[in-house]
């Protein structure tokens, strides 16, 4: 079978966005930035909606986002805990902050990171059940806007988000966006003087979201503990930097290390947080707490992914079953059809 061309472009925002996502990580003032943290998650939900594929029927749908998203969240999940836990008994400490069923009670678990691969998980499953009732875009938006509401009011209620599917539930029209994107020629276009067109209007909304009253707060917060906010601004805002930036990748095409993190974005989303609190943990053993030191957080986040080239190449040929590089059930469900 002849091999499936990728887009370059896809790669290098894919590598813009996990980026992104490690700096947040390793650098809590970044987090205060709403322009920057409004669009690095819409973003990935946008660009895995862009790949969405039915395989033939629910079941084949399920055995494959199953190897791909949920094995590697258990996967990790098991992980992190052992070694949480060995770290728990070789320093002693005097009170255990995580338990291994942190993820049942909607609280901060080891990893945390690894709540995208569940979120983006239900999200595969619940917009498949949508494109099983209707092939009309209109009436899989009208869907995903009241899945949408429903994430949000469960939000406002201040209801438990039972395994992130509140959040799945807000960020649905991400994931649908991608499917709105990918159902027009941007995708294989190259770079035009429309896409200039649209570049200065996503601009011109960013702006006039992020200019509007601050209480109208524009982050959406993932774990579905909104503060407050206008549902509409943060979609708006959102959507209009994914846009641009999707934009500014298809204008560049190619970052050679970072279209290979994107490449392997789901092995950095994994690693980066084991790699994160063993530095920090060590550098606070030997020489104090440098947590509000700026040139720390940069040193901090250049060590990650510079180790990710030899983090991404390990995880392929050791791990590949729980970071999305091979099928475990799927090899598993044709071993046996065949036997």
Not at 13 to 37: D, N, Q, R, S, Y
Not at 162 to 176: A, D, E, I
Not at 209 to 214: D, R, S, Y
Request: with cysteine; net charge positive.
């Amino acid at each position: 079978m002849e091999k499936k061309e990728r887009i370059e472009y896809i790669d290098l925002a894919k590598g813009i966005c996990i980026l992104m996502v490690v700096a947040v990580h390793v650098a809590p003032e970044i987090a205060g930035l709403t322009w920057f943290t409004s669009f690095r998650m819409p973003l990935y939900f946008c660009l895995s909606g862009m790949f969405f594929k039915q395989y033939g029927g629910f079941s084949s749908f399920l055995i494959k986002k199953t190897d791909k998203l949920l094995i590697p969240f258990l996967g990790w999940y098991l992980i992190s805990y052992l070694i949480y836990y060995i770290r728990v008994l070789a320093i002693g400490e005097p009170e255990i902050q995580f338990h291994i069923s942190d993820i049942f009670y909607d609280k901060d678990f080891y990893n945390l990171p690894l709540w995208f691969l569940l979120s983006l998980f239900w999200c595969n499953i619940i917009y498949c059940i949508i494109a099983s009732i209707s092939s009309s875009r209109i009436t899989q938006g009208i869907l995903v806007l009241c899945f949408a509401s429903l994430g949000w009011v469960l939000s406002y209620s201040g209801l438990i988000n039972f395994l992130f599917v509140g959040t799945s539930l807000t960020c649905l029209p991400f994931f649908y966006m991608g499917q709105l994107i990918v159902s027009t020629s941007f995708v294989k276009n190259k770079y035009a003087k429309r896409d200039s067109i649209i570049s200065g209007i996503c601009v011109a909304l960013a702006i006039v979201c992020l200019t509007v009253p601050k209480e109208t707060i524009h982050v959406l917060f993932f774990k579905n503990t909104i503060i407050s906010g206008n549902p509409v601004m943060v979609y708006i805002l959102a959507a209009s930097l994914v846009v641009l930036l999707l934009n500014i990748c298809k204008y560049i095409g190619k970052i050679p290390y970072v279209s290979f993190l994107g490449r392997y974005s789901i092995i950095v989303l994994v690693t980066h947080g084991l790699i994160n609190n063993i530095i920090n943990r060590s550098v606070r053993h030997l020489i104090g707490d440098p947590s509000q030191e700026a040139a720390f957080h940069i040193l901090l986040f250049v060590i990650i992914i510079g180790s990710m080239s030899l983090v991404i190449p390990f995880c392929k040929k050791f791990l590949g079953y729980i970071t999305a590089q091979k099928n475990l059930i799927e090899e598993k469900f044709y071993s046996l059809s065949y036997q």
